[in-house]
T-cell receptor, first 115, second 113 residues
Framework: GAGVSQSPSNKVTEKGKDVELRCDPI?????LYWYRQRLGQGLEFLIY????????KSGLPSDRFSAERTGESVSTLTIQRTQQEDSAVYLC?????????????FGPGTRLTVL | RKEVEQDPGPFNVPEGATVAFNCTYS??????FFWYRQDCRKEPKLLMS???SGNEDGRFTAQLNRASQYISLLIRDSKLSDSATYLC??????????????FGRGTQLTVWP
């Protein structure tokens, strides 16, 4: 079946502009996660959605970052007034409540470059 | 102390060799454990979940040691295609397998002919 998809695959923007990144989870997966990975670094958690529960926003680095999810479908991650340190690969993952171990499956990521 | 730690390597081994990676974690309440593989400029791909009793998938064996708070990955008969970065990931949520994963920074493996 189809995996997690993300768009755009690459985004180059100027400092100070807003960007919106999109994630389509695997169909039927109720949990959705955003992580980011800076060059040469590990994965950094940003935000987690599970069904209709309040999202876990504990990883968002500043109030310039926000994310939304409509039901159990698409999620968008918005970064306002982008800064150069926001340059990273933004990865989305989804998982199923029915999974025994909460295996998370990742999309291909959006590579964001802030000039 | 970082929540999840790995030796960054690099590990450089010849084809056919056996190689092992360890990963330590800081939270004794951790519920679930995983190994991911990440190729250069690609997303992490789930390699194995790590079960309490240990588990094997072909040439790959994963083990969990709760007392010492580490997980391990053993690769036997290494192939050139095993060259990648191996990430361990741990869920820390008490009583639940949901929630964020904490990732190590990865161990780089290169298998040479």
């Amino acid at each position: 079946g189809a995996g997690v998809s993300q768009s755009p695959s690459n985004k180059v923007t100027e400092k100070g502009k807003d960007v919106e990144l999109r994630c389509d989870p695997i169909s039927g997966h109720t949990a959705l996660y955003w992580y980011r990975q800076r060059l040469g670094q590990g994965l950094e958690f940003l935000i987690y959605f599970q069904g209709n529960s309040a999202p876990d926003k504990s990883g968002l680095p500043s109030d310039r970052f926000s994310a939304e999810r409509t039901g159990e479908s698409v999620s968008t991650l918005t970064i306002q007034r982008t800064q150069q340190e926001d340059s990273a690969v933004y990865l989305c993952a989804s998982s199923s409540l029915g999974g025994r171990y909460n295996e998370q499956f990742f999309g291909p990521g959006t590579r964001l470059t802030v000039l | 102390r970082k929540e999840v730690e790995q030796d960054p390597g690099p590990f450089n081994v010849p084809e056919g060799a056996t190689v092992a990676f360890n990963c330590t974690y800081s939270n004794s309440a951790s519920q679930s454990f995983f190994w991911y593989r990440q190729d250069c400029r690609k997303e992490p791909k789930l390699l194995m979940s790590v079960y309490s009793s240990g588990n094997e998938d072909g040439r790959f064996t994963a083990q969990l040691n709760r007392a010492s708070q580490y997980i391990s990955l053993l690769i036997r008969d290494s192939k050139l295609s095993d060259s990648a970065t191996y990430l361990c990931a741990v869920n820390f949520d008490r009583g639940s397998t949901l929630g964020r994963l904490y990732f190590g920074r990865g161990t780089q493996l290169t298998v040479w002919p």
